[in-house]
């Protein structure tokens, strides 16, 4: 099983774990609209997958914050923020911060997501939540990057992550070579 740190201590994780070059699962997360986005598939554009424990904490929030200010500059790209927090705190969040770049959706029905991509805490303070991830998916479908981080409390590798998602969206849906997405 995977695991990651949270302040240090290891937890595990539960699900399928995916890898790159995986054919990305096909979920469907809610909106803030409670309306249904769908992850994975080929859906003709790349998509970011940002994994946030809870846009409740100031760590989730700063993330999402930078991924909305990178979305706004990368042409031809979802970017979905997942949680497990309600929809209708994902729309306060986004108002209140000014979230327009990107779609959040929340995995709280049935842990779909979490589960699908191997990302839902099994142990410890946070069991029940997804930990912190990202993944970015081509236009094909095909995992491109993954990044599990290893402590939650810190940030992704925003450049590696954002450089996996150009590198496929210039590449027009294959990673391409030198993106550092492996």
Do not use: W
Request: aromatic share 4%; net charge negative.
């Amino acid at each position: 099983m995977a695991t990651t740190k949270l302040k240090g201590n290891e937890v595990t994780l539960s699900g399928t774990e995916v890898k790159v070059g995986d054919i990305a699962p096909v979920v469907t997360v809610v909106a803030k609209d409670l309306s249904d986005v769908q992850i994975g598939g080929q859906k003709g554009k790349s998509q970011i997958v940002v994994v946030v424990p809870s846009l409740d904490t100031a760590v989730c929030a700063a993330e999402t914050r930078k991924f909305n200010e990178a979305a706004a500059k990368i042409e031809d790209a979802e970017v979905i923020v997942v949680s497990m927090d309600l929809p209708f705190a994902m729309g306060r969040f986004c108002t209140t911060e000014g979230i327009e770049n990107l779609t959040v959706g929340s995995d709280f029905r049935a842990k779909a997501f979490a589960k699908s991509y191997g990302v839902l805490i099994s142990s410890g303070a946070l069991a029940g939540v997804a930990c912190r991830a990202v993944f970015v998916i081509d236009a094909n479908g095909i995992i491109s990057y993954k990044e599990i981080c290893p402590e939650i409390t810190e940030e992704p590798n925003y450049e590696a992550a954002l450089a996996a998602a150009n590198g496929v969206v210039a590449s027009s849906g294959s990673c391409g070579t030198g993106c550092g997405c492996h």
